[in-house]
């Protein structure tokens, strides 16, 4: 593969928000994700970490944590496995680590302070109603002015960013 030109890194981060929110539930590989956005997989991480400031993985993990909040809000009724089909989430320790620290406590607490039965409010629920990826990537590229490089002027911060020929 013979780079062949170059894309800013707001346009790499809203081809992996709308890949996501496309193919969600189902598992998004790093490599595939990189291979919709005409990078390597290396260039894609870097974009990620200089941009958003964590690796796409975690990025991906922490939109389906969300839409998991907001699947267990919708419907408190069912089960943690159900949602966890729902959203592909598996429970994994990382998972659990990264719900916790995006919601200040564990998964069943969360499911439990939704349940009607209890009756407490969804408003005392700390979540983003509208969980949507490609909303909060655009958030994230104004917030890190991104948008402003050029191509050139982002190659140049180091970003490495280069579109791919196949």
């Given at each position: 593969?013979?780079?062949?030109?170059?894309?800013?890194?707001?346009?790499?981060?809203?081809?992996?928000?709308?890949?996501?929110e496309q193919?969600?539930?189902?598992?998004?590989?790093?490599?595939?994700?990189?291979?919709?956005?005409?990078?390597?997989?290396?260039?894609?991480?870097?974009?990620?970490?200089?941009?958003?400031?964590?690796?796409?993985?975690?990025?991906?993990?922490?939109?389906?944590?969300?839409?998991?909040?907001?699947?267990?809000?919708?419907?408190?009724?069912?089960?943690?496995?159900?949602?966890?089909?729902?959203?592909?989430?598996?429970?994994?320790?990382?998972?659990?680590?990264?719900?916790?620290?995006?919601?200040?406590?564990?998964?069943?607490?969360?499911?439990?302070?939704?349940?009607?039965?209890?009756?407490?409010?969804?408003?005392?629920?700390?979540?983003?109603?509208?969980?949507?990826?490609?909303?909060?990537?655009?958030?994230?590229?104004?917030?890190?002015?991104?948008?402003?490089?050029?191509?050139?002027?982002a190659n140049?911060?180091?970003?490495?960013?280069?579109?791919?020929?196949?």
């Amino acid at each position: 593969m013979r780079p062949s030109t170059f894309v800013s890194a707001a346009d790499i981060l809203r081809k992996s928000a709308s890949l996501f929110e496309q193919y969600f539930p189902r598992p998004l590989a790093i490599a595939e994700l990189a291979g919709h956005c005409h990078v390597s997989p290396k260039t894609l991480s870097k974009v990620f970490v200089g941009v958003v400031g964590e690796a796409p993985s975690t990025t991906i993990k922490r939109w389906r944590l969300k839409k998991l909040a907001h699947s267990i809000v919708r419907k408190p009724e069912e089960s943690l496995i159900w949602h966890g089909v729902e959203t592909g989430i598996a429970f994994t320790r990382l998972d659990k680590r990264l719900f916790r620290e995006m919601y200040c406590q564990d998964v069943c607490s969360f499911k439990r302070a939704c349940d009607p039965v209890r009756q407490q409010a969804a408003s005392l629920i700390p979540w983003d109603e509208h969980c949507d990826a490609t909303r909060e990537i655009e958030l994230i590229i104004q917030a890190s002015g991104c948008n402003q490089l050029g191509p050139i002027a982002a190659n140049q911060a180091g970003l490495q960013i280069e579109l791919a020929c196949k």
